[in-house]
């Protein structure tokens, strides 16, 4: 099948195959093209708007998820339980005046911890609660900074918090939601 090199619709189709097959700025190129051609192309804006949504999504989440990798020794000894040094570890890695993505993920492995300590066989029952409330505080905290710092303000961050694992043993509480600027629950 040969397409017309001076047709919009031809452009746009090779941008969708473009888009596709991963090619992103080929896909962004093509469907620029077919707008050049005809203004009026039904398909190449939304076509467009598309491809913005999709990379603002993965610039939120990889950027994200580079901090947590950063984190990612904390993280395995805040879930194996060594909730004391994960934290320490995590406090040390991520300094005042760090950005949101980094407050996040030590946010996540603080959230984490709250649970270890929890189930902690080592501490005493009554320290347990204490070390999990401090951690689970903390966490809170974090995100409270990264909000202040109007990190939640693009609501694909907020998502990032609702689909991570990390923050489940928070999910319950209303200073976690209140962080998130969710509304509270009845």
């Given at each position: 099948?040969?397409?017309?090199?001076?047709?919009?619709r031809a452009a746009?189709?090779?941008?969708?195959?473009?888009?596709r097959g991963g090619d992103?700025?080929?896909?962004?190129?093509a469907w620029v093209e077919a707008l050049r051609l005809d203004p009026k192309n039904e398909n190449a804006p939304g076509n467009l708007d598309g491809l913005e949504k999709r990379l603002r999504r993965r610039f939120v989440s990889d950027s994200y998820v580079l901090e947590k990798l950063r984190l990612k020794e904390?993280?395995?000894?805040?879930?194996?339980?060594r909730h004391a040094e994960a934290v320490r570890l995590a406090r040390d890695r991520v300094p005042e005046g760090s950005g949101g993505d980094a407050l996040l993920a030590l946010a996540g492995v603080q959230a984490q911890a709250s649970a270890a300590a929890r189930r902690d066989p080592e501490l005493p029952e009554a320290d347990r609660d204490k070390w999990a409330e401090r951690y689970a505080r903390d966490a809170v905290g974090s995100l409270r900074?990264?909000?202040?710092?109007?990190y939640f303000k693009e609501p694909l961050r907020a998502k990032l918090v609702s689909d991570d694992m990390d923050f489940d043993?928070?999910?319950d509480r209303p200073d976690f939601r209140e962080?998130?600027?969710e509304p509270a629950r009845p």
């Open positions: 099948m040969r397409l017309d090199p001076a047709s919009s746009n189709l090779v941008g969708v195959a473009a888009y992103l700025l080929d896909a962004l190129s904390e993280l395995v000894l805040s879930r194996g339980g900074k990264a909000r202040d710092q109007g043993p928070l999910r962080a998130l600027g």
